[in-house]
């Protein structure tokens, strides 16, 4: 990756190291696939290198704005077919195997503006307001997309609402 005359390479590096895998997660959460998670990434870190001597002080949050809106570019450009979720590990998932099977088959059911949208909100977890102004849209959508989102989780996998909890 090349950087622009005169930026810190060795502190971009360290930051790519102490945040790459969270940052890793968050593109897999976003995309449902690991092989659109890791283009996803590259391309947001080589945005955030061209830009490091700006942003270099919030280098994360520019890299997980980039993120969402690129996640964002993607399928409205090309609408991307639904993509499986096997194989994803994370301290968060359920414990229950077969509950998180049931699951990741919900998720993979929801439009990817719904996913993302539940990414952001419980995952992440951003106001509505933050993730309206993250995704470009109003917060109104933001609700209604939510609101579809679980009840179609809810309708899809009855067994996750002690996951979604009494009032999502």
């Known amino acids: 990756m090349s950087h622009a005359p005169g930026t810190d390479r060795s502190a971009f590096d360290e930051f790519v190291h102490a945040r790459g895998p969270a940052l890793a997660?968050?593109?897999?959460?976003?995309?449902?696939?690991?092989?659109?998670?890791?283009?996803?990434?590259?391309?947001?870190?080589?945005?955030?290198?061209?830009?490091?001597?700006?942003?270099?002080?919030?280098?994360?949050?520019?890299?997980?704005?980039?993120?969402?809106?690129?996640?964002i570019s993607w399928w409205r450009r090309r609408r991307f077919a639904e993509t499986r979720l096997d194989g994803y590990d994370d301290a968060s998932s359920p414990r229950d195997p077969d509950l998180r099977?049931?699951?990741?088959?919900?998720?993979?059911?929801?439009?990817?503006?719904?996913?993302?949208?539940?990414?952001?909100?419980?995952?992440?977890?951003?106001?509505?307001?933050?993730?309206?102004?993250?995704?470009?849209?109003?917060?109104?959508?933001?609700?209604?997309t939510s609101r579809h989102a679980l009840g179609r989780l809810r309708t899809l996998a009855p067994e996750l609402a002690d996951l979604m909890g009494a009032d999502a």
């Not at 593109?27 to 659109?36: E, F, S």
């Not at 942003?55 to 969402?68: C, D, G, K, Q, W």
């Open 25 to 71: 997660r968050t593109a897999y959460l976003l995309t449902g696939d690991h092989h659109l998670a890791e283009d996803l990434l590259q391309t947001a870190l080589m945005k955030t290198a061209q830009h490091w001597e700006r942003i270099h002080t919030s280098p994360e949050a520019f890299v997980r704005r980039t993120l969402y809106h690129q996640n």
């Open 101 to 144: 099977l049931t699951l990741a088959e919900a998720l993979r059911q929801l439009t990817v503006k719904q996913r993302t949208v539940l990414v952001l909100r419980f995952y992440e977890d951003l106001t509505e307001v933050q993730t309206a102004a993250v995704l470009g849209i109003s917060p109104g959508t933001v609700k209604s």
